[in-house]
């Protein structure tokens, strides 16, 4: 049998229901599915389940997957071009998953180092699903027989491993049902967007973002606090970490003719860090305030967002049955 190239490829993403997205989600990520919605076959989901590992209350858990379901629509993501479901509404990703970790190995999960990270920073919550999140991770992603995955450095090992369940599936029941998931390469120059603690990137449990749905004075309460430094004390010289994230984000939610202002000032040692985060808080309430707009709507329109999840849990149902069918047929599960 010969593997299937997809026209045009597909392409799956998920985000895990712990909380509202933050800027660097839409920057970093969310402005490209826009676009590749238009031109690939799209699943992109709300991870539920993979959510349980540090076990949510129920109202928190629906909670927050309507409000990324709405914030995926807010963004732009259309239930007519892509796939937006929720993962639990996609129980063959269950059963696949189930298939996977049969021929998962101990070591190799133990050796992954998001795995690692997590015993350490939570020892007391050692749990099953912590171990085994890169075989779920694979069967969101093979159940729909993906081509292309967008992920960040920190999931490379992730999508790694995902190829290596597929292929020794291929390779253990003799078939190539599953194809090998790249990483997604853009043309464009990759956005790593800063958090305002001065260091790595913006995250939700780093303590360090500005949410999409955050508002102007929430914002302004956060920049006004971002971490910076006592100042140039040399014409041009090179700019400590924290105020280079500073510079950053303003790159991202200001004119030009402001950027090219405060690097002036900076480069003259004239610069007065307050003043420029008053302007980065306020330039950032304009960016944000059409997509704080349209979350609100959403989220206050619960019919859209049922029908929104029912549609794309349909395309994504269809997609997983039939891959499924191929994986039980291939293991030797048939009904007597």
Do not use: W
């Amino acid at each position: 049998m010969e593997k299937t190239t997809h026209t045009p490829p597909i392409v799956v993403s998920g985000i895990r229901s712990t909380g509202h997205l933050h800027l660097g989600n839409y920057l970093g990520a969310l402005r490209n599915f826009v676009e590749m919605q238009e031109h690939y076959q799209c699943y992109f989901f709300i991870a539920d389940l993979h959510s349980l590992t540090t076990h949510p209350t129920p109202d928190h858990l629906q909670e927050s997957v309507r409000d990324i379901l709405a914030e995926y629509l807010a963004v732009g993501l259309s239930p007519e071009k892509c796939a937006l479901y929720v993962q639990s509404d996609v129980v063959e990703t269950i059963e696949l998953y189930l298939y996977l970790n049969m021929n998962a190995y101990l070591g190799e999960l133990e050796r992954c180092t998001s795995f690692k990270d997590k015993v350490r920073k939570n020892p007391n919550n050692v749990n099953a699903g912590l171990l085994t999140y890169p075989t779920l991770m694979a069967a969101d992603i093979l159940i729909h027989r993906a081509d292309i995955v967008p992920v960040g450095k920190d999931q490379e090992q992730h999508l790694e491993m995902a190829r290596t369940f597929g292929e020794r599936f291929n390779r253990m029941y003799k078939t190539e049902l599953f194809p090998a998931p790249q990483a997604y390469q853009s043309d464009k120059p990759l956005v790593k967007i800063p958090g305002l603690d001065g260091s790595g990137k913006m995250g939700k449990s780093e303590g360090n973002a500005i949410y999409l749905f955050d508002t102007p004075e929430e914002i302004r309460k956060k920049v006004m606090k971002a971490v910076s430094d006592i100042g140039p004390s040399e014409p041009n010289q090179p700019k400590s970490e924290p105020v280079q994230n500073l510079f950053t984000l303003m790159s991202h939610v200001s004119t030009p003719d402001t950027l090219a202002h405060f690097e002036g000032l900076y480069n003259q040692c004239e610069i007065r860090y307050g003043d420029m985060k008053k302007q980065l808080a306020e330039d950032m309430v304009n960016f944000l305030a059409p997509l704080r707009e349209k979350i609100d709507y959403y989220r206050h329109n619960e019919q859209l967002l049922c029908e929104a999840a029912q549609l794309g849990a349909a395309k994504a149902q269809q997609s997983a049955r039939a891959t499924l069918s191929r994986v039980r047929e291939s293991i030797g599960i048939k009904s007597l």
